[in-house]
């Protein structure tokens, strides 16, 4: 099986994920509603994990002992509603590395405004239990913390 390739880009440690607001994401104003963001995250983790080379499909249909990732905690600022039609930015960092989790920064951004603020943590496991993150995923993670971001004047988003 082919892997397709991750959507979005990693720079200056920091993976985007760009993303168009359609009608199912909205409540009945027009609205982002606030359920959809927790999908919008979602996305841009996910996006995280294939740039690196790691598909959520090929680990689950290993079944067994296979690697998955857990929420373990979240929390959230709403600070500006996304609106149907929106283009937005979904800009994933990691903020620290234990054995068998990861803590990450997610924001949403409407051009250089930032609408929704997300910190969580993710643990690895496997067969119910914490497992260690693998190797290849820690080496990234890590690499994601130590870049040093590219100065851009000006310029408060992504």
């Known amino acids: 099986m ?3 390739p991750a959507a979005g880009h990693v ?3 920091r993976h985007r994920l760009p993303l168009r607001v359609y009608y199912e994401d909205t409540d009945f104003s027009g609205l982002v509603y606030h359920a ?4 919008f995250f979602e996305r841009g983790r996910t996006e ?3 740039a690196f080379g790691f598909g959520q499909r090929a680990a689950h249909e290993r079944g067994g002992e296979a690697i ?3 929420v373990r905690r ?3 600022d709403f600070l500006r509603p996304a609106r149907m039609d929106d283009s937005l930015i979904v800009e ?3 903020s620290s590395i234990r054995g068998a989790s990861v803590a990450l920064a997610q924001t949403i951004w409407r051009g250089r405004e930032a609408l929704v603020l997300a910190e969580v943590e993710v643990a690895a496991v496997a067969g119910g ?3 260690r993150l693998p190797s290849v995923l820690r080496d990234a993670f890590k690499q994601m913390v130590e870049a040093e971001p590219t100065p851009q004047l000006g310029e408060d988003g992504p």
């Open 11 to 13: 720079r200056d440690g």
């Open 68 to 70: 998955a990732f857990v």
């Open 48 to 50: 995280l994990l294939r």
């Open 129 to 131: 239990r914490a497992r």
């Open 36 to 39: 959809s963001y927790l999908r």
């Open 2 to 4: 082919i892997e397709e």
């Open 74 to 76: 979240m929390a959230i």
């Open 92 to 94: 994933t960092a990691v």
